[in-house]
């Protein structure tokens, strides 16, 4: 439709984040950084890593970290049949070490799930077990076994806006700066001061609003307090929406760490170049139910959206 209003004498500006629609469909690509615009160039002649490298200003190495070795066999996240909503009898397992994607097109009740899981129902009747231990549907119980949600929607869902990036830190942690009637200040400082380097978050202003942080900077600040309560398992919901490219490659790395330290990570994306790049084992839903599965060695993005596809039109 774009290029039909084009060839009818439409003028187009078409503004993403997403490389392979720019390539794609544009004419001319021009490139914005920190607000001011650093060059054009033609689409037919530019390939992906040139467009990256000028919207970062330097060189971008392998993109997607290494998808994880095959994990072990402990099962650290068991779904038994859950039924809620549009969700209806799903059933999967995420062991230790390993990557898990959830993907399909849109509506299919992937997004639903993460939060179901992490404290969205109450009265799950055994049907998501955590390190061999039932989780009864509450967030607190959630917390207690291990597991972690980062939220699609960040701002509504995981940030205090009003607050500084130190706060929106240490929220999770408070007993441990917690001194007699008061917080103990210097101490809750430091460890926001060591969380933020660690985490390679910019700029380096722990007493800075959170809500001046550009979106990839908060998204890692929400990693990082996820991150550092040692999660079993790790529900990310649309881990990289809205973040730039050179901040999705770092979240991405984040990601990869927690499998690499034992965490069972759960990917609900609709990306599917996403997904089929980090992944171990990808389920693929339909109308709330999972009916595709790709194991290692059978991933990749075009199977990923012709499943997806052929899914929907199964209807």
């Not at 390679?200 to 722990?206: D, E, L």
Request: hydrophobic share 40%; with cysteine.
């Amino acid at each position: 439709m774009l290029r039909i209003m084009a060839s009818n004498g439409t003028a187009v500006l078409y503004i993403s984040h997403h490389m392979d629609e720019v390539l794609s469909v544009c004419d001319r690509i021009s490139v914005l950084r920190s607000g001011r615009m650093i060059a054009t160039r033609d689409a037919t002649s530019s390939s992906e890593s040139e467009i990256v490298e000028l919207m970062l200003g330097y060189k971008l190495d392998d993109f997607y970290p290494e998808v994880p070795p095959s994990p072990n066999e402990v099962v650290r996240l068991e779904v038994r049949d859950l039924s809620h909503g549009a969700i209806s009898q799903l059933s999967f397992r995420a062991h230790k070490g390993e990557i898990v994607g959830i993907t399909g097109l849109a509506g299919m009740g992937q997004d639903d799930i993460p939060y179901l899981l992490a404290g969205g129902r109450t009265h799950l009747d055994e049907q998501v077990i955590v390190d061999g231990a039932p989780v009864d549907g509450s967030p607190r119980s959630a917390r207690r076994r291990g597991m972690q949600m980062v939220p699609g929607n960040r701002q509504r869902d995981a940030l205090w806006l009003d607050a500084t990036a130190s706060e929106n830190l240490t929220l999770p942690f408070l007993r441990k700066f917690w001194r007699l009637i008061r917080v103990n200040r210097s101490r809750e400082r430091r460890f926001a001061e060591e969380t933020l380097r660690e985490y390679s978050v910019r700029p380096f202003r722990p007493a800075l609003e959170i809500a001046k942080f550009s979106g990839g900077n908060q998204q890692k600040v929400v990693m990082a307090r996820a991150l550092r309560q040692n999660p079993g398992v790790l529900l990310l919901h649309e881990p990289t929406q809205g973040v730039d490219v050179g901040a999705k490659k770092e979240i991405l790395s984040l990601v990869r760490q927690a499998a690499d330290e034992g965490a069972a990570v759960v990917v609900f994306s609709s990306d599917c170049e996403e997904v089929a790049q980090l992944c171990n084992r990808v389920h693929i839903m339909r109308y709330g139910s999972v009916t595709a599965t790709l194991a290692e060695g059978e991933i990749s993005e075009d199977r990923i959206l012709a499943l997806s596809q052929q899914s929907a039109l199964k209807k």
